[in-house]
């Protein structure tokens, strides 16, 4: 059987981390030939996880421009990905999950009559303006995909409810949890250890409070909200916590951050950090306030209260498992639900507790024996 050819596409840091253990799992197979394709979405983000899974895309686009809009990248996908299609003539075209990249890859490569699998399939809010675009991306990804790589049995449900034969389903549990194995097993690195010692957390002096918070539906009020909330904690909590905020590069984030937040007591604004540092800092934290669809994910997995900065989660999973609670960007509810954490200890028990409803990471290897049965 002549080996299958698997064009990987992706352009932002959570897609490169989620599909690296995909991809380097077909370059360890004989049976695939691997073909990895970066659209560069986001450019300096996702170089880091390149070098830290040892990852060398076959193509790079190097699409992304200052100030993006979606409409110019999705343009771009589409222009500079076609001939390449028309190259490699690929028997599968995997994406992940719900960017704007994925999103046009799996449109072109249906007009190209190429398969598509999708992996992290069958997430849903309901909402199609929460989260934005990547509700409505993931549900166009679903409905041109030949395979849907479900990361659990809710997700399945999502797409059979949506008509999705359930032949094309395959529940593989999520590609994260293959890679934060993989990364949570390295040490410490030492810039990070030195952070900490210098924020008397190591010593346990202080605990670590983790944020991050960048979403599109989060610019403007919201992102201030979020901040006056900071503000508030980091007054009244400040002699025994310190929020860390790695800030995102987007000046609809930077700006009002840095802004609002410079030079508070008991904050320190970091610039965006590795994958690497990025999941030790999780580890060492006492609470998580986030708006990341990914680390809702890696706060479940390691059993860290994460207070979820949004209105409605695709990732239910862990608010049944108790360790997320949404809480939305109101600026009470958000210093209520935190202040309840830090004074409560019973309150955080309950909440810190390791779940694993997104398998026990080999989500990498059912996806290539699935690609394989087809």
Known sequence: MNPIRVVTVFGTRPEAIKLAPVIQALEDDARFISIPVVTAQHREMLDQVLSLFSICPLVDLDLMTEDQSLANLTAAVFTHLDPLLDKYTPDWLLVQGDTTTAMAAALLAYDHRIRVGHVEAGLRTGDKWQPFPEEMNRRVVSVVADLHFAPTDWARTN????????NLIQVTGNTIIDALNRITALPIPQETADLLTALNILNGEKQLIL????????FGEPIRAICEALRQIASSFHQRMEIVYPVHLNPNIDKP???????????????????????????????????????????TGLGVPCLVLRQVTERPEGVEAGVLKLVGTSTS?????????????????????SANPYGEGHASDRILEALISR
């Open 211 to 218: 944020v991050t918070a960048h979403r599109r539906e989060n």
């Open 159 to 166: 797409l059979l409810r949506e008509g999705i034969p359930d």
């Open 257 to 299: 951050v840095h802004e609002l937040l410079q030079d508070v007591p008991g904050i320190t604004l970091l610039p965006p950090l590795d994958y690497l540092p990025l999941v030790h800092l999780l580890k060492q934290a006492r609470i998580i306030l986030s708006d990341s669809g990914g680390i809702q994910e890696e706060a």
């Open 333 to 353: 509810s958000i210093v209520h639900e935190t202040s309840r954490l830090l004074e409560d200890e019973v309150a955080w028990s309950q909440m810190a507790r």
